[in-house]
């Protein structure tokens, strides 16, 4: 009972931060420079082209109707016509967004089978030269922002350097797993790294804690053999926070998505808002705004929920 009472109420803080975000997207498009009217029928347009197309697209409304309007579409599956590209928002951006969370799959995948690999091999080798090593290698990942690292990969090992690796674009899935996952690889490891790198140092801390805990000693005290002790007792308690870390930061990640896609011009929700930024093509931007922030919300729901599942004190915390 306690745990369903948890989970309602969270369902009603995602709520409400989705509408909260909705007001700032809709507010924010709002004081953007740029009249987009003028933007599309040109400078030379009459006034009474001006005053029929500011009817037709509802912009003679008051704000607050505008909005909405917005909203009641938008709940409905309704997102509006692309001004630019004079197409549904609702299908364009689902299959840009398909390719965006392929993108953030990959990067997903990544940041778990690399972020706990360091984290064990670093708390296993803890205060030698490899944990020094790694830990500094790790370090210097988290230092640089994506746009660099992405910069820096591409220079070379996508036509600098080496050659292993296209340097832009995505054919899709249709095209075969394997092309796919080549030139997936540099995006999503410029996405990863430093998720990756903050994932290894929480399971190199909770794998220390564990391994110095009171059942790990008596375990070896009893003769376990140590594989036996590592598989058994240090992993599953020290993988308990960094499943939930992982999770709870997968919105990071998405947030991460518009500046790797515009990198790699890779053809995602992320290039699809700066395009719709820089045309000032407002229902798009604010139909891109509104998706990323709720992903960004959702999954951060899911790795809190997560949390209450693994660790049944915080449901008590929470009440």
């Known amino acids: 009972m306690e745990i369903l009472k948890s989970i309602v109420l969270r369902l009603g803080y995602t709520a409400l931060i989705l509408l909260c975000v909705s007001l700032?997207?809709?507010?924010?498009?709002?004081?953007?420079?740029?009249?987009v009217i003028t933007m599309i029928l040109g400078t030379d347009a009459t006034e009474e082209e001006v005053r029929r197309l500011t009817a037709l697209m509802g912009l003679d409304l008051p704000a607050w109707q505008r909005y909405l309007n917005w909203v009641g579409s938008a709940v409905q599956g309704d997102l509006g016509t692309s001004l630019r590209m004079q197409q549904p928002i609702s299908g364009l951006l689902l299959q840009r967004m398909g390719d965006s969370l392929v993108l953030a799959s990959v990067a997903f995948v990544m940041v778990a089978v690399g972020g706990i690999l360091i984290g064990l091999i670093t708390a296993l080798f803890e205060g030698t030269r490899i944990d020094r090593y790694i830990s500094g290698i790790a370090a210097i990942g988290t230092s640089l922002p994506e746009f660099v690292t992405g910069t820096v990969f591409v220079l070379i090992f996508a036509g600098g350097?080496?050659?292993w690796f296209p340097p832009s674009g995505y054919g899709g899935l249709a095209n075969g797993l394997g092309p796919a996952l080549h030139q997936l690889f540099l995006p999503a490891l410029t996405l990863s790294i430093v998720l990756m790198a903050y994932v290894g140092r929480v399971t190199r801390t909770s794998t220390?804690?564990?391994?110095?805990?009171?059942?790990?000693r008596t375990a070896r005290l009893k003769g376990v053999p140590e594989w036996?002790?590592?598989t058994r007792h240090v992993i599953p308690n020290a993988f308990v926070p960094t499943v939930t870390v992982l999770f709870m930061n997968i919105g990071w990640m998405v947030g991460g998505i518009v500046v790797v896609e515009a990198v790699f011009v890779f053809p995602g929700i992320g290039r699809l808002m700066l395009f719709a930024i820089a045309e000032r093509d407002w229902p798009l931007i604010q139909a891109c705004a509104l998706a990323i922030a709720a992903i960004y919300v959702f999954s951060n729901l899911v790795g809190?929920?997560?949390a209450l599942w693994l660790n049944p004190r915080l449901r008590v915390e929470g009440r």
């Open 304 to 306: 809190d929920l997560l």
């Open 228 to 230: 036996k002790v590592i």
């Open 208 to 216: 220390i804690d564990a391994l110095r805990s009171d059942y790990v």
């Open 161 to 163: 350097v080496f050659s």
């Open 24 to 35: 700032m997207v809709f507010a924010v498009t709002e004081l953007l420079p740029g009249n």
